[in-house]
């Protein structure tokens, strides 16, 4: 799926025509075997965010699908992969992945991915499930 496509994509979208996106994404990455993992993380960063602008929750099938591929492709090491997921994971409400992250930290761990995961966890972690948590 194209990045360009997706990001131009308008802001308001029904959710059913964000889930169509998100199936495309997962199933061109899983093809592909993650050939560019931080490339489909941006693309599920900018269909999260329009998902979260539903006000919906994103449906059970979709949600597992894209924990499955968090779960594949996460990757301490590199910083950007790591912010992109924290931010699909809080506009999503990933509980599973965010367990994921939450376990990763470790001493040995870079600082800078620490501190992201850090501070993730204070913003969300007793709300992941809720993504609009901070609207109530």
């Not at 799926?1 to 308001?12: F, T």
């Not at 169509?20 to 994404?25: A, G, L, Q």
């Not at 939450?102 to 499930?129: N, W």
């Amino acid at each position: 799926m194209n990045l360009i496509k997706i990001r131009n994509l308008p802001d308001n979208m029904e959710p059913s025509e964000i889930r169509e996106y998100f199936t495309s994404v997962i199933n061109e990455a899983m093809q592909l075997g993650n050939i560019d993992p931080l490339q489909t993380s941006k693309a599920l960063v900018e269909l999260s965010d329009r998902q979260w602008h539903t006000y919906e929750l994103i449906d059970k099938d979709t949600k597992e699908r894209i924990e499955s591929w968090i779960e594949l492709v996460w990757d301490v090491e590199f910083k950007t992969l790591v912010d992109n997921i924290l931010t699909i994971i809080t506009y999503l409400g990933l509980e599973n992945s965010f367990r994921l992250v939450e376990d990763s930290l470790t001493p040995e761990l870079d600082k800078e991915v620490s501190d992201l995961i850090q501070e993730a966890i204070k913003e969300i972690g007793d709300h992941v499930s809720n993504p609009y948590f901070g609207l109530e």
